[in-house]
């Protein structure tokens, strides 16, 4: 069974950074592009970012392009999203999912919820 | 704001059938790029609904299906039932902005 479980959200101050991990299993991670999605309170969903296979190419959102930092680990079946300089407008609940836009994402976590307030 | 353009909500009657549009432009459907749909239920994480423009992944019901044409896609779900009352967002590829959702369209059951 395919199953993403995310972890590492919580409540941070604006500028502060928090790390956010996706653990896969029932799959072959390495074979998968994966993404992050995200979804403010009460809007609709936002793609963040994706990497490929083996991480050579990674793409972002323009709103959090030098901010964010999309990573995995594929020995370890684990997806990263390294939030950094982070700002009100970037509370929500993140998701990772398997796949990309290309061919959809057919498997998503239950997400974990970022809130930056002071 | 979103490349992708959806209503923001569609109702129908038990039994009716519904459809979803969704509108974008030459750097995303128009340039040949797939459409998917995802269904989402109030606090738990979206659904593959459709993907490949007209496909559904095993276990989602024949009531659902997907077309696309031009820089325009449609889900249509009949047979209306009570469980179907949720979200629904589209998907595509866009040139300047990779991974974009529509803005999502809330489906009531009356």
Known sequence: ?118 | QSVLTQPPSVSGAPGQRVTISCTGSSSNIGAGYDVHWYQQFPGTAPKLLIYGNSNRPSGVPDRFSGSKSGTSASLAITGLQAEDEADYYCQSYDSTLSGSFGGGTKLTVL
């Open chain 1, 1 to 118: 069974e395919v199953q993403l479980v995310e972890s590492g959200g919580g409540l941070v101050q604006p500028g502060g950074s928090l790390r956010l991990s996706c653990e896969a299993s029932g799959f072959t991670f390495s074979s998968y592009w994966m993404t992050w999605v995200r979804q403010a309170p009460g809007k609709g969903l936002e793609w963040v970012a994706n990497i490929k296979q083996d991480g050579s190419e990674k793409y972002y959102v323009d709103s959090v392009k030098g901010r964010f930092s999309i990573s995995r680990d594929n020995a370890k079946n684990s997806l990263y999203l390294h939030m950094n300089s982070l700002r009100a407008e970037d509370t929500a609940v993140y998701y990772c999912a398997r796949g990309w836009v290309v061919a959809g994402n057919d498997y998503w976590g239950q997400g974990t919820l970022v809130t930056v307030s002071s």
